[in-house]
C-alpha cells in the first residue's frame, strides 16, 4: 500500500485528441500515472495493521487475498526518471525540451509545418513514445522516425511501418517507439506534409 507524499499505412489511434492532451486542465493521476507515482512510497502492509491495531485495539482486520499479496510484491510499473509529457505549442512548451529545424509556424498548442522539409528533435529518457499529431489539408501525412539518428529499426512503435514511416489520415496519437531501452535517446521526426501539425509527446517506461 501507498499514501502520497508532500511496410502498410497505418491511422493513428483516435482515443486521445488533441482537444483532449490540449485543453489546459490538470491531469488527475488516473489519466496519469507516472505524474502521481513519483509522489508517492510504498508502507509495508504489517506497518499500516500495526498502526490501525494500535490505533484501535481489537480491531479485527481481513486476512489478505493472494491478489493483494502478489500486488504488493510487484508493485506497479514505475516512472521515475521518464521524461514527462512535452509539449510542442508555445504556450506550454518549456525551453530546451524540443528543437525545431525548418519551416514552422508556432501556435499556442501546437507547432505547423508551413512548406518544404521540418524535423522535430527531441530527448527523452523513455522506453516509449507516442506522438499526438493532425495532418494538414490533404489528410494525409508521413513522418519518418529516427531513433538516435538510425532508423527506429525494432523499437518502432505500432503506428510505424517497417521501412520506419508513420502514416496517418487523422488527428489522434501515433505510437511511435516501443521497447526501447531505458535511457538517454534523441528522438527525430522528420516530415514534408504541409499542414501538419504536431501537439504533445508523452512518454513511457
Known amino acids: ?15 486521445p485528441t488533441p482537444s483532449h492532451h490540449l485543453s489546459g486542465r490538470q491531469p488527475c493521476p488516473s489519466q496519469h500515472p507516472h505524474k502521481f507515482e513519483a509522489a508517492v512510497e510504498w508502507i509495508p502492509e504489517e506497518e499500516i495493521r500495526r498502526q490501525l491495531i494500535a490505533a ?10 493472494p491478489e493483494a499479496t502478489a500486488f504488493a510484491r510487484t508493485g506497479q510499473t514505475s516512472y521515475v526518471g521518464i521524461t514527462n509529457e512535452t509539449y510542442v505549442g508555445s504556450e506550454r512548451r518549456e525551453p530546451g525540451t524540443i528543437t525545431l529545424e525548418g519551416d514552422w509556424r508556432s501556435g499556442r498548442q501546437h507547432v505547423e509545418l508551413r512548406k518544404g522539409t521540418g524535423k522535430i528533435v527531441v530527448p527523452f529518457t523513455a522506453g516509449e513514445v507516442n506522438h499526438v499529431m493532425q ?26 511501418g517497417t521501412d520506419g514511416v508513420a502514416r496517418f489520415d487523422r488527428s489522434g496519437m501515433l ?14 521526426l522528420v516530415a514534408t506534409d504541409p499542414g501538419l501539425r504536431a501537439f504533445v509527446f508523452t512518454f513511457g517506461p
Do not use: C, F
Open 175 to 188: 505510437r511511435l517507439v516501443v521497447g526501447a531501452s531505458k535511457r538517454r535517446h534523441v528522438l527525430t
Open 1 to 15: 500500500m501507498r499514501r502520497p507524499r508532500g511496410d502498410r499505412a497505418r491511422t493513428a489511434t483516435t482515443s
Open 56 to 65: 484501535k485495539p481489537g480491531t479485527q482486520l481481513p486476512s489478505t487475498t
Open 135 to 160: 495532418p494538414g489539408a490533404s489528410g494525409n501525412a508521413a513522418v519518418t522516425v529516427l531513433l538516435d539518428g538510425t532508423p527506429v529499426g525494432e523499437a518502432r512503435g505500432a503506428d510505424v
